[in-house]
């Protein structure tokens, strides 16, 4: 096939990239299965289960499906650096599809009970706390270097369209059918995941470490990778704090639909939809953005923060879905400018422990997030979150943007080659 069309234009790398496409596709599988899970089920607890504390219900219901990224981080390092990726890969996505079809048996003969729910939701997020950082290593093995950005922009953007596809199909679902039937949705496409993946070779895929000697060799510590990138630690921190209120929409848009909204199913779908709409615009525009990492990412947090704030100063389901887009927007932008970033400046050696650590570092904030939100959410109305949420990124943008005139690449990363210098100042030609 003809990697170029009639305009002299080259394909988007999905279609002139056979590998990255179908493993690209079974992670838009993977993740729009953990998304319909996750609001489906949000939406069962907030809108059918019922009790006195839907709030603090279903932020521990979040919580309990964002501790395996966290907990297990140093286990998922290890296994990602031993074996070859597509083996993870393929594993934890047929892993997640047993596990899937059994909860939809146990559910279709008879009302999963909330434990079991709960349950089920630990499991499924262990598979995907192994997928998601090993496919982030993985790509470099699936493509060539120069294709890095553009692979990084469609793996971030499955997260967004796994948030158009599995927002709107969860909460809709459930209304129709019960959360038996979003069960069953996820099994079949975790399983159609691991068939995918399972079809296709990793043309630049390198032994994985001590394979050839039998013995691993000595494992730098995240501590010890982190010392010498002192830049992308403080990134990593700042997002970490902005992490604890960004989430927290997954846990306020049902209680605003509910209380604010008064309105059902189809309504947090929608809301869902529009953050996952922004989301992918945001990861395939901002490549194109001019500006230093730093000064754009201090920007969208600004806007993200009058955004999520907006909703609590004016109600309406447009004010809302509006609201949504921009927050995904700065979401997709801040993530595909910081990857790609991170992929170039992360030593090879020591990718696999690097973004494990980082998933488990910004995924630590999300049970904190959960739980707090939730047990606010007992407490405070649906509009007041909103503004909690939004007063709550100001400081972080501030902090990033000093950070953008504390420190730059030629001091803080003086070995990296001079295309990693350009690309963390955002001086590339």
């Not at 990602?80 to 048996?105: C, E, F, K, N």
């Amino acid at each position: 096939m003809s990697t170029s069309v009639a305009g002299g234009r080259r394909l988007p790398v999905v279609l002139r990239n056979r590998s990255f496409g179908t493993v690209w596709a079974g992670q838009l599988l993977t993740q729009m299965a953990s998304r319909m899970f996750q609001v489906g089920a949000v939406w069962w607890l907030v809108g059918f289960a019922g009790g006195d504390h839907r709030g603090l219900d279903s932020g521990l219901f979040l919580m309990v499906s964002t501790l395996p990224a966290v907990v297990l981080a140093p286990v998922v390092a290890r296994v990602i650096a031993r074996h070859a990726r597509h083996t993870v890969l393929a594993v934890a996505a047929g892993a997640a599809g047993v596990l899937a079809t059994a909860a939809a048996v146990w559910a279709y003969a008879g009302t999963l009970p909330v434990a079991a729910v709960y349950a089920a939701g630990l499991a499924l997020a262990t598979c995907q706390a192994v997928f998601d950082p090993c496919l982030t290593t993985a790509v470099p093995e699936l493509v060539e270097d120069a294709d890095i950005e553009a692979a990084t922009g469609f793996e971030l953007s499955t997260q967004s369209l796994a948030g158009l596809a599995g927002g709107l199909l969860g909460p809709v679902v459930v209304d129709a059918g019960g959360l038996a039937d979003v069960v069953a949705g996820c099994a079949g496409a975790y399983l159609t995941a691991a068939l995918l993946i399972g079809s296709v070779r990793f043309p630049h895929a390198t032994a994985p470490q001590g394979a050839a000697s039998g013995a691993a060799p000595e494992r730098r510590t995240l501590r010890r990778i982190l010392a010498g990138l002192p830049f992308v630690r403080r990134v990593l921190v700042c997002f970490a704090a902005a992490n604890v209120f960004t989430t927290a929409v997954y846990v306020v848009m049902p209680l605003y639909t509910r209380g604010v909204l008064h309105s059902t199913g189809s309504t947090v779908a929608s809301l869902e939809v529009a953050l996952g709409a922004g989301t992918l615009v945001g990861s395939f525009t901002g490549g194109r953005l001019p500006g230093r990492p730093v000064a754009l990412g201090s920007i969208c947090l600004a806007v993200m923060a009058a955004c999520l704030g907006l909703p609590g100063l004016l109600t309406g389901h447009a004010v809302a879905a509006g609201s949504m887009v921009g927050a995904g927007w700065c979401v997709g932008v801040i993530g595909v400018r910081f990857v790609a970033l991170f992929q170039r400046l992360v030593p090879a050696d020591d990718k696999a422990g690097f973004f494990t650590a980082m998933q488990a570092l910004l995924g630590a904030t999300f049970p904190v997030s959960s739980l707090v939100f939730g047990a606010l959410g007992d407490q405070l109305t649906a509009r007041a979150l909103c503004l909690v949420q939004g007063a709550g990124l100001v400081p972080v943008a501030v902090a990033l943007w000093w950070l953008g005139g504390r420190a730059d690449v030629p001091e803080d990363a003086p070995s990296a080659p001079a295309g990693q210098r350009a690309a963390l100042t955002g001086d590339a030609s």
